[in-house]
C-alpha cells in the first residue's frame, strides 16, 4: 500500500461526454503526477502538480486538465472523450525535499476508464 | 528512436534462475532511474532506483546503470512465480521536474 488512493476505480463513460478523476496524496506528499497506460504500454506522462501550480506537461491536448487543492489532492478532467481516451489512468505522489532528481513517486491503484 | 526501449518480451525463466532485464534510454542528461514491477490489472510498483553509474543491490534484486552507454538493468536472482509481471523502466531527466519516462515494459514469466 502506498498511501495513494483513487476514485473510482472503474468508469464507463460515453464518447463526447466530461470525466472528473480524483487522487488523494500519500501523507507528507505536495506533488501529483497522472500518467495514461494503454493497454500494453508503458505509463504516459499527461501532466504534475506541484504545490497547487501545473509545473509539467505531457503531451495530450488542452482538454485533458487537471488542479491540486490545498491538501495536496487532486484532480484530472478530461472534456470532449474519445474512444481513445479509454485506458487505465494512473497518479503518482512525491515529495521533492531532496531534489527532483532523487524523489521517488508512488501510484495509487488507478482507475479503469472505458469510453464506448 | 524511442525515448525509453524495452524488450516487451515475454522473458521465461525457470524457478530459481536469474532474471535480466534491460532498459536504453536516448536523453544523455537523464540523471535518475527507476525500476516499477506491475502485476496484471494492477499499478505499478516502485522497486528500485539508482542515480550513480554500477550496481545497487536490495535483496534478490540488482539494479545496474551505466549512463556512458546509457543503459540500465535490472537483476532478480533466485527468480520466483511470484516475480512474473511486467517490469517498467523509467527515467527522469534534468530539467524536467518530476517527469518520468517510461518504457513499454518487460513481461517476464517464471515457470514452476
Known amino acids: 500500500e502506498t498511501g495513494v488512493t483513487q476514485s473510482p476505480t472503474h468508469l464507463i463513460k460515453t464518447r463526447g461526454q466530461q470525466v472528473t478523476l480524483r487522487c488523494s496524496s500519500q501523507?507528507?506528499?505536495?506533488?501529483v503526477s497522472w500518467y495514461q497506460q494503454a493497454l500494453g504500454q508503458g505509463p504516459q506522462f499527461i501532466f504534475q502538480y506541484y504545490r497547487e501550480e501545473e509545473n509539467g506537461r505531457g503531451n495530450f491536448p488542452p482538454r485533458f486538465s487537471g488542479l491540486q487543492f490545498p491538501n495536496y489532492s487532486s484532480e484530472l478532467n478530461v472534456n470532449a472523450l474519445e474512444l481513445d481516451d479509454s485506458a487505465l489512468y494512473l497518479c503518482?505522489?512525491?515529495?521533492?525535499?531532496?531534489?527532483?532528481?532523487?524523489?521517488?513517486?508512488?501510484f495509487g491503484q488507478g482507475t479503469r476508464l472505458t469510453v464506448v | 528512436q524511442k525515448e525509453v526501449e524495452q524488450n516487451s518480451g515475454p522473458l521465461s525463466v525457470p524457478e530459481g534462475a536469474i532474471a535480466s532485464l534491460n532498459c536504453t534510454y536516448s536523453d544523455r542528461g537523464s540523471q535518475s532511474f527507476f525500476w516499477y514491477r506491475q502485476y496484471s490489472g494492477k499499478s505499478p510498483e516502485l522497486i528500485m532506483s539508482?542515480?550513480?553509474?554500477g550496481d545497487k543491490e536490495d535483496g534478490r534484486f540488482t539494479a545496474q546503470l551505466n549512463k556512458a552507454s546509457q543503459y540500465v538493468s535490472l537483476l532478480i536472482r533466485d527468480s520466483q512465480p511470484s516475480d512474473s509481471a511486467t517490469y517498467l523502466c523509467a527515467v527522469k531527466g534534468g530539467n524536467q521536474g518530476g517527469k518520468l519516462i517510461f518504457g513499454q515494459g518487460t513481461e517476464l514469466s517464471v515457470k514452476p
Open positions: 503518482a505522489s512525491s515529495n521533492p525535499t531532496g531534489g527532483w532528481v532523487v524523489t521517488e513517486a508512488f
Open positions: 501523507s507528507g506528499h505536495n506533488t
Open positions: 539508482i542515480y550513480s553509474n
